[in-house]
């Protein structure tokens, strides 16, 4: 049950300027096991999306990956280049985009982009690709599958869409779905549905996901796991019960204070001061020293201690101590 | 009894949807009417927060802009300090209150024009009556937190968080009673999302403001408002201040749109998820707007919309909220 199935370790992205080499993700390194849900976020340019974007090999160039490995269910996926890649995204990989409208081919029917994707990858006759769609539209709640699987994208709502988008991810069967701000576009009732949906299919088939966001709400009540990102590093990895409740990363317990809560009423929020570095100017040491209210010396000079994929909870040199007691 | 700064009466607005003249001609099409807002009346006493939250669709959008003036009502009254604005002849005063008036956008990339400098957008309401401005530019950026030298600068070289605050700056330079947020914070990160609020709460102190804040974010909603009004599908479905709507939801789509928003404390929460989506607005379900997709609906529902009436100091659009408050309270734990 707890095989792994995606392994980051010391992931490193780059992106040559004319001035300088940028650094949007900078020694990033996770795990990911059959049937669990890790959940990525960080505020925006914090390299969440380009993490995801690296293991699926769809980085923008001239961004591309300068260090570190990805592993696959035991393979290794960041070398591997045009067709080789190909077959794996979409076979082991399935992708969900924030917009639904965008990641659909408005010209294609959408039963249409389902068998196109399982006969590229599976081994089945064109009537059985067919039938599979099928099954698939249904499984994610779309009513009347048999019918609707000839209908065209702009025929569906926001909501649909995103439901023929998951199982358009889903039908090749990957181990891994990287689902990038899924309900980002959606509606809190739709954005619900869409998040017990995925949470069903993935805990059914054992799929490992990866689900990008930035909203803490949806991770809490989705994720497992949960990886904070700063400035293109990792802040704080650990079980998301722990990281919620007791945040170790000063940057994740100011996260936490700037949400606003039921329990906290209308009391003044509690504000990190500044705004997050842009790349080109990351300042020395620890990526968050400049707005940290602990900060020392060690934290201007010193980098971060690292954070390995199976220890450690927080790249910091004074993590935040929490009473047993508390509460 | 003082009067409202805002009042708005059975607020109607109708969007004429129809494809052009010749193919209605052609295909034998009806002309289509979109009902964006449907009879809503509410007061936004003066130095309060009132929040209309609502889903995509809701009409919530276009009462904001029907109460700065940007759009006209199709039926119904907005009236600011006792002005209407759609109907006063006297230019003078319709001046006054249009002063008293300002937005603030939800794309802080949209709404500053990239070829002006800040000193320029900022002074730019007054200017264009007339006023003064000398310097006035250099003080309200100090009160909104970045410093005078910007003033010199142009947009693109702020944040999003720091161009909302040239926005709101902006809407305090002719200073304005009412400021009226169009989703102020959606497009921010939670870290600078905290300081916008935390900022305009302040102001509103100072200031002695008052704000209708416009949002999809519930969590928004409960940290700032005094007031909340609920739409669906064009209509108030409750009213209510933040404790009592929060905690003792009255209307079902309330209770709906409350268990679904994500809670920070909910791990691997199972919830049954909220059933069906918005109907289509130019043919909207008779009776109740939301029978279809409603737990309580019966033929009633189907049959009779439902008037806003008080229920245990909420006021309420719904046949049975007594009912659901019951409901609701035994599905609580004790």
């Known amino acids: ?32 096991a059959a049937g669990e849900i890790l959940g990525v976020v960080g505020e925006s340019g914090a390299g969440k999306s ?73 081994d089945i006759s064109e009537a059985e690709a067919r039938k599979r769609a099928i099954a698939a539209l249904d499984e994610v709640g779309i009513p009347a599958a048999a019918s609707r699987i000839d209908s065209y994208p702009h025929e569906f709502s926001g909501g649909m869409r995103q439901r023929v988008v998951i199982a358009l991810a889903l039908c090749a069967e990957p181990s891994l779905v990287i689902a990038d701000e899924p309900t980002t576009a959606l509606d809190v009732s739709v954005q619900a549905q ?53 945040p170790r990363h000063p940057y994740t317990e100011g996260l936490m204070g700037s949400t606003p809560l039921a329990s906290r009423g209308q009391a003044r929020l509690r504000q990190i001061p500044g705004a997050m570095p842009r790349l080109g100017r990351l300042p020395d040491g620890c990526a968050f020293h400049p707005r940290c209210p602990k900060a020392e010396d060690r934290c201007r000079q010193n980098p971060t201690p690292r954070l390995d994929a199976d220890q450690g909870r927080a790249a910091c040199w004074f993590p935040v101590e929490h009473k047993e007691a508390a509460e | 009894m003082t009067r409202p700064l805002v009042s708005v009466k059975n607020l109607t607005r109708v969007f004429d949807v129809s494809k052009p003249w010749l193919n209605r ?25 009132y929040a209309l939250v609502g889903e995509s669709g809701s009409g919530k959008s276009t009462i904001g802009k029907m109460i700065v003036g ?28 249009r002063s008293d008036i300002q937005m603030i956008f939800q794309d802080p990339f949209a709404s500053l024009n990239p070829r002006w400098k800040v000193r320029d957008i900022i002074v730019e309401p007054v200017a264009a009556r007339g006023g003064d401005t000398k310097g006035m530019a250099e003080r309200l950026l100090e009160q909104v937190g970045l410093s005078a030298e910007d003033a010199g600068k142009f947009p693109h070289e702020f944040s999003g968080g720091q161009r909302q605050r040239i926005c709101i700056a902006r809407a305090l330079a002719s200073e304005p009673k009412l400021i009226v947020c169009d989703e102020p914070t959606s497009a921010l990160d939670v870290s600078v999302q905290a300081q916008v609020l935390n900022l305009m709460s302040d102001l509103k102190d100072e200031f002695g403001l008052t704000y209708l804040f416009i949002t ?19 209509r108030l479905v409750e009213e209510a201040a933040p404790g009592t709507l929060f905690e003792r939801p009255a209307h079902p789509y309330t209770q709906m749109l409350l268990a679904a928003a994500p809670k920070m404390d909910g791990f691997g929460r199972e919830v049954e998820p909220p059933k069906g989506e918005i109907p289509d607005p130019i043919n909207p379900p008779p009776g109740c707007a939301f029978n279809p997709r409603c737990p309580l609906a019966d033929d009633r529902c189907r049959s009779e919309r439902p008037e806003l009436r ?25």
């Open chain 1, 1 to 32: 049950m707890t095989e792994t199935v995606l392994s980051v370790r010391d992931l490193i992205v780059e992106i040559p300027t004319r001035d300088a080499v940028l650094r949007p993700v900078d020694q990033v390194s996770y795990d990911i």
């Open chain 1, 50 to 122: 380009m993490t995801g974007n690296a293991v699926i090999g769809l980085l923008d160039r001239p961004a591309h990956i300068t260090g570190g490995e990805i592993w696959l269910n035991g393979r290794r996926i960041d070398q591997l280049r045009g067709d080789a890649m190909r077959r794996v995204r979409g076979k082991e990989i399935g992708m969900v985009f924030q917009d639904p409208l965008t990641s659909l081919n408005p010209l294609l029917q959408i039963g249409e982009q389902l068998t196109e994707t399982m006969l590229a990858h599976l």
């Open chain 1, 194 to 246: 869409i998040i017990s949906l995925l949470r069903r299919l993935c805990r059914e088939r054992g799929t490992a996901v990866m689900l990008v966001t930035h909203d803490m709400g949806v991770i809490a009540e989705a994720a497992d796991r949960v990886a904070v990102m700063y400035a293109g590093r990792l802040a704080e990895l650990g079980p998301v019960r722990e990281v919620i409740q007791r």
């Open chain 2, 25 to 49: 001609v052609i295909e034998r099409l009806p002309k289509a009417r979109l009902t964006a807002v449907s009879d809503v009346s509410f007061d936004i006493p003066e130095r309060q927060v």
């Open chain 2, 70 to 97: 940007l759009l006209n009502p199709s039926d119904g009254v907005v009236e600011v300090e006792g002005i209407d604005l759609s109907r006063e002849t006297d230019p003078a005063k319709v001046d006054k209150v």
């Open chain 2, 216 to 234: 999809h974010d519930l969590t928004v909603v409960q940290h700032m408002a005094d007031r909340v009004g609920v739409l669906y599908l064009g």
């Open chain 2, 310 to 334: 008080e229920v245990e100091g909420s006021r309420v659009a719904c046949h049975y909220a007594e009912r659901a408050l019951a409901l609701m309270a035994e599905a609580e734990p004790a």
